[in-house]
């Protein structure tokens, strides 16, 4: 069987004090899903207090207090839970409320959101600095790297890349894709596939006609949210309709977090796309 864990991370400060404390923290809040897995992989979940929306895994974290979406936080919502640490993310927020929880003593640590193993490996190690599990850290960094080698071992071994759509949602403002700079068109390169939606910038709308032309075998979408892209919603589009795609009916259905969290599960995240975009390769080491 082949290993399936992933983590990397990048800490970035963000004009907030990054605190260096060597002893566990007892109380915390994680305001991003992969910090909060982090935190789970680390074995210190029990020090957990809330979380963020987006932190739904693992299932003891979706039970615990929420303090909100990451990006739309309120300090007396995080503050109401008494935390000694707060860790989010640079696209966690707004700034003025992590000042506001760092001005009432809280010790907060902003990390990288950027979509890279790099950021992976930062997260974990910073993770797991500020709670003493250093060594935890180390062994969860190597598992994961051995799941991101069997994910690469698979793509070494591609002779014809396939041409892959990631669609974000799809809905009245028409079928939004990853594009070029996202955390899935990261993630579908580095699973050697061609994004054929690289010729836009960002999460955005692609035209019927642009999709027709990009002509992908195989669409990735969304799977676990409020609005769930069915198959048949998919298939019954006239311009996903005209696509290789359709003619085989080649879709996977992924979580959103699972994808494109960047936490330490990157590596089966790249090993579930690899299997799936080439299942004759699935046995290569």
Same mark, same amino acid.
């Given at each position: 069987?082949?290993?399936?864990h992933?983590?990397t991370?990048?800490v970035m400060g963000? &004009? ?13 809040v ?6 909060t897995?982090?935190v ?5 979940g ?17 039970k ?9 936080l309120?300090a ?5 839970l008494?935390?000694t640490l ?11 409320v ?13 990390m990288?959101?950027a979509p890279?193993?790099?950021a992976?490996?930062e997260k974990i190690g910073r ?6 599990r250093?060594e ?9 790297q051995?799941?991101?080698? %069997?994910?690469k071992?698979r793509?070494?071994a591609?002779q ?20 070029a ?5 990261q993630?579908l390169k ?9 010729g836009?910038? &960002?999460?955005k709308?692609?035209t019927?006609e642009?999709?027709i032309?990009?002509r992908?075998?195989?669409?990735v979408?969304m ?9 048949e ?9 005209l ?6 009916r080649r879709v996977?259905?992924i ?9 330490p ?5 790249l090993n579930t ?7 004759e390769?699935a %046995?290569?080491?």
């Amino acid at each position: 069987m082949k290993l399936r864990h992933a983590l990397t991370s990048v800490v970035m400060g963000v &004009g907030l004090a990054v605190s260096s404390m060597s002893s566990a923290a007892e109380r915390i809040v994680s305001a991003d899903n992969a910090l909060t897995e982090i935190v789970y992989a680390l074995g210190a979940g029990d020090q957990v207090v809330g979380v963020d929306t987006t932190s739904r895994y693992p299932s003891e974290a979706a039970k615990l207090p929420q303090v909100g979406y990451k990006r739309a936080l309120a300090a007396e919502g995080v503050l109401s839970l008494s935390p000694t640490l707060l860790i989010a993310t640079e696209d966690s927020g707004p700034p003025v409320v992590l000042e506001q929880v760092k001005e009432a003593g809280v010790t907060v640590d902003v990390m990288s959101a950027a979509p890279t193993l790099a950021a992976v490996e930062e997260k974990i190690g910073r993770v797991a600095n500020l709670l003493g599990r250093t060594e935890q850290g180390e062994q969860l960094w190597t598992t994961v790297q051995a799941e991101v080698a %069997d994910a690469k071992a698979r793509v070494a071994a591609v002779q014809e890349p396939l041409r892959v759509l990631f669609i974000l949602s799809y809905g009245d403002h028409g079928i939004v894709v990853g594009g070029a700079n996202t955390g899935a068109d990261q993630m579908l390169k580095m699973a050697g596939a061609v994004n054929v939606a690289s010729g836009i910038e &960002g999460y955005k709308p692609m035209t019927p006609e642009a999709i027709i032309a990009a002509r992908p075998q195989q669409l990735v979408v969304m799977s676990g949210g409020r609005a769930e892209i069915t198959s048949e919603q998919l298939w019954a589009d006239p311009a996903l309709s005209l696509t290789p795609a359709a003619e085989s009916r080649r879709v996977l259905a992924i979580g959103g977090a699972y994808m494109l969290g960047y936490g330490p599960r990157i590596g089966q995240a790249l090993n579930t796309l690899t299997e799936a975009f080439y299942p004759e390769l699935a %046995d290569t080491q």
